[in-house]
């Protein structure tokens, strides 16, 4: 049974740091592309980031360019989210993604 878990997230202040991460059970986690993506409220889903199953090559949304960087552990089965100079606009459920598997999510809040 494919299982992702969110955690990691919080409140923090504008301009704070947050490292979500993503626990990855049920699959060849090594074998598979992952992406972050977030839900600011009331709004729809968005594509935040994605990383290919080496970790070698990944992307990011032009609003977290800079910002944002997406890496992880295989040997874990981790996936991570390393957030930095955070905006209010980053606020949102945070959630990891592979094939048509979702996690529940984490909530970030940037708020001072």
């Known amino acids: 049974q494919v299982q992702l878990v969110e955690s990691g997230g919080g409140l923090v202040q504008p301009g704070g740091s947050l490292r979500l991460s993503c626990a990855a059970s049920?699959?060849?986690?090594?074998?598979?592309?992952m992406r972050w993506y977030r839900q600011p409220p009331g709004l729809d889903r968005e594509w935040v980031a994605t990383?290919?199953?080496?970790?070698?090559?990944?992307n990011l949304t032009p609003s977290v360019v800079g910002r944002f960087r997406i890496s992880r552990d295989n040997a874990k089965n981790r996936l991570y989210l390393e957030m930095n100079n955070l905006k209010p606009e980053d606020t949102a459920v945070y959630s990891c993604?592979?094939?048509?598997?979702w996690g529940k999510g984490t909530l970030v809040i940037v708020s001072s």
């Open positions: 993604n592979t094939q048509e598997y």
């Open positions: 049920g699959f060849a986690f090594g074998s598979y592309g």
């Open positions: 990383i290919t199953d080496t970790g070698d090559i990944w």
